[in-house]
């Protein structure tokens, strides 16, 4: 299938703008997850055979998915994430509290549940009914975990530890018939529908984009687009994107790693229906003897900034943005490179490195820091350059290099590329 080849009106004008923002807006209203996760390519893909569809092109499966208006839909999610994170010393987790509490002490809220969709296979129900009622559960064996929106108000609940989380939803926030703001942003992140917009939002000349066969997902006919980026430097595969040939929902998100095997990514619809949604699905009162925490708007300020992407010398791309964790830093921080092969720079503090700063000797919490540099020494691999020295913190797709005086990057992109560019920043 050929690659996507710019047009006359491609080259910065109009062309160039509608195809900006048809990636920008390509998702319709839908109920999202909770964070980037994923499942493999094979099953889905090759149980029913590839339905014989129109050819169309991929500028055109992209205006397609741009175009869609579908507002109401429900169904269920199967989502897995293997992003190769190392495993924890005995007694620590990445979540901080017990599974099932949602986070320490019980907190029910979204941030906090995010941490357990992070790894393994989850299986997720979700409902939409137009941009101000979504329903989202994380089904787990004998708990269920959901996050409803209906109005003005944003419900989250754990059945596990009877805790409940209730907050007020931006007002004025819609933006749209494709816009699902007022839920939590951990929550949108990990739909089909948010993935497909993010790995879109990063393509642009540094990308291949083919539209490459069909499939079906959830008993649906698909397009398979395909994106492929051209950088070397990138640890990104590939991004495979179902979308429904009927009404350009994106209904299955793959993200392969180079480095190949199983995928990093993947969100896939095993079941779907357009239709409207019980009004009851949006319905939610806390049960008798809920633990409940309020939380203030989401979306307005007391939510915080989106993502944290502003950052000094440029911004990172939307598409990895998602893939870095969107991470901000007090000390500032600025955009190397462009692309899949964007690098993100914070300059810290290096008395905040542990074991470097302060003579070790002279401080009274040298043992804890040192114990702390054992600790970093077990996951990262040590590394030195025209920089200095510093450690480097691989998962199958995001990387990141602490140095030693306290400056970090990260991006998706290989070791080497960190370090190639810590030496430029010296």
């Keep these: 299938m050929a690659r996507i080849q710019p047009t006359p009106e491609a080259d ?118 137009g941009p101000d009622k979504q329903r989202l559960s994380v089904v787990e064996q004998s708990a269920e975990y959901s996050v409803v929106r209906n109005g003005d108000q944003v419900w989250a609940y754990d059945s596990a530890s009877n805790t409940a989380y209730h907050s007020k939803a931006q007002q004025g926030q819609h933006g ?41 997902v959830a008993g649906r006919d698909t397009y398979q687009l395909l994106i492929k980026p051209k950088q070397s430097e990138t640890t990104v595969g590939s991004i495979r994107i179902a979308v429904d040939a009927k009404n350009g929902v994106p209904l299955k998100f793959t993200l392969s790693p180079k480095s190949g095997g199983k995928a990093v990514v993947d969100a896939s619809f095993t079941k779907v229906d357009f239709g409207k949604p019980a009004a009851d699905t949006f319905s939610f009162t806390p049960p008798k003897g809920a633990k409940v925490t309020e939380g203030g708007k989401e979306g307005g300020k007391e939510g915080g900034k989106e993502g944290g992407k502003e950052a000094k010398g440029g911004r990172l791309p939307e598409g990895l943005d998602g893939l870095t964790g969107g991470a901000g830093h007090e000390g500032g921080s600025k955009v190397i490179g462009k692309g899949w092969a964007s690098i993100a720079e914070f300059k810290g503090d290096k008395a905040a490195v542990p074991g470097k700063g302060r003579s070790q ?58 370090i190639k560019a810590a030496d430029a920043a010296k």
């Design 361 to 418: 000797g002279a401080d009274k919490n040298a043992g804890k820091n040192g114990d702390a540099s054992k600790l970093l020494d077990s996951f990262g691999s040590k590394v030195t350059g025209d920089f200095g020295s510093g450690r480097v913190f691989s998962t199958r797709i995001v990387n990141a290099l602490m140095t030693d005086d306290g400056r970090v990057y990260v991006g998706a992109v290989s070791k080497d590329a960190l």
């Design 176 to 216: 749209g018939s494709n816009s699902r703001e007022g839920m939590p942003g951990d929550v949108k992140d990990a739909s089909p529908q948010e993935l497909a917009k993010k790995a879109l939002a990063a393509a642009d000349d540094t990308t291949a984009v083919t539209v490459d066969g069909t499939a079906k």
């Design 12 to 129: 910065g004008t109009a062309g160039a703008t509608g195809r900006r923002k048809a990636v920008r807006y390509a998702v319709p209203v839908v109920v999202a997850g909770v964070a980037a996760s994923a499942i493999g390519i094979g099953s889905a893909l090759a149980s029913s055979g590839a339905p014989d569809l129109p050819k169309i092109s991929a500028q055109d499966l992209i205006a397609k998915m741009a175009a869609s208006d579908t507002r109401q839909m429900s169904g269920t999610v199967k989502i897995s994430t293997d992003l190769g994170l190392p495993a924890l010393p005995s007694g620590l987790s990445l979540g901080g509290g017990a599974k099932g509490g949602g986070g320490k002490g019980g907190d029910a809220s979204p941030q906090a549940k995010l941490t357990e969709l992070a790894s393994g296979t989850h299986t997720l129900r979700v409902a939409s009914d």
